[in-house]
């Protein structure tokens, strides 16, 4: 089955195969450019990214998670599990707005769920299509959704559609790893990240996430 969109998305499918990421070549990229990471690497060895999860509920838990804690966000999500068949986009748009504000979710993160449920329901975001589509193709389509920014889009990019070459300058924890790993704490921009990276390319997904290993040696699920 096509997704909607007619001869554009036959354009997308059509379109030169994506880079894809490969670990152990990246590892060793990475550990031939720069000093910083061959430690990094040694030091987290046998550790990878693995990608999980559905894409609405990878989003949708991004979503609930937004300014709340990990546990709070978690309670919230249990509740909308038990009041859905499945969390899926017909489900979430035929619970309706009260019984989503009885889950916990707050008015504004209802509108923010109810319209993602609504752009995957309707095709007017085309997750099918997406390990087809560029980087920035697929982030336009995201951040067209509601409560959905920058930093959540790179997110998705390096975790669920594991893109090799995403340098999230939004994160705030590749800015203090980079800070802590490279300039002995000095405060940096997101300028310096970007040059510091440089040497990364076209692998900076995973040098981020060594950064990041830097900071809490316990891999996030995203």
């Known amino acids: 089955m096509k997704a909607r969109g007619g001869a554009w998305a036959d354009t997308v499918v059509a379109a030169k195969p994506l880079p894809q990421l490969d670990w152990d070549k990246a590892c060793a990229h990475l550990q ?8 990094l690497i040694a030091a987290h060895a046998g550790a990878r990214l693995q ?3 559905d894409p609405f509920q990878t989003l949708a ?6 300014q709340i804690s990990v ?3 978690q309670a919230v999500w249990d509740r909308l599990c038990a009041a859905v068949p499945q969390v899926a986009p017909h489900h979430v748009l035929d619970l309706g707005e009260e019984a989503l504000r009885a889950c916990g979710l707050s008015a ?3 509108t923010y769920i109810r319209d993602l449920a609504d752009k995957f329901h309707t095709g007017q975001v085309h997750p099918a299509q997406w390990q087809h589509m560029a980087d920035d193709t697929v982030a336009a389509e995201l951040l067209s959704i509601r409560g959905i920014g920058r ?6 990019l390096i975790f669920h559609l594991m893109r090799p070459d995403v340098l999230p300058l939004g994160d705030l924890g590749l800015i203090r790893g980079v800070s802590q790993t490279y300039f002995a704490g000095e405060p940096v921009t997101q300028s310096d ?3 510091v990276a440089a040497a990364w390319a076209p692998w900076r997904s995973v040098g981020t996430w060594y950064i990041w290993r830097s900071l809490d040696p316990i ?4």
């Open 219 to 222: 891999a996030v699920e995203y």
């Open 71 to 73: 546990k709070a966000a």
């Open 32 to 39: 031939r450019t720069d000093r910083v990471m061959r430690k």
């Open 108 to 110: 504004r993160k209802v």
């Open 193 to 195: 990240v970007r040059e």
């Open 51 to 53: 990608s999980r999860g």
């Open 61 to 66: 838990r991004s979503i609930i998670g937004q």
């Open 151 to 156: 930093w959540t889009a790179d997110m998705f």
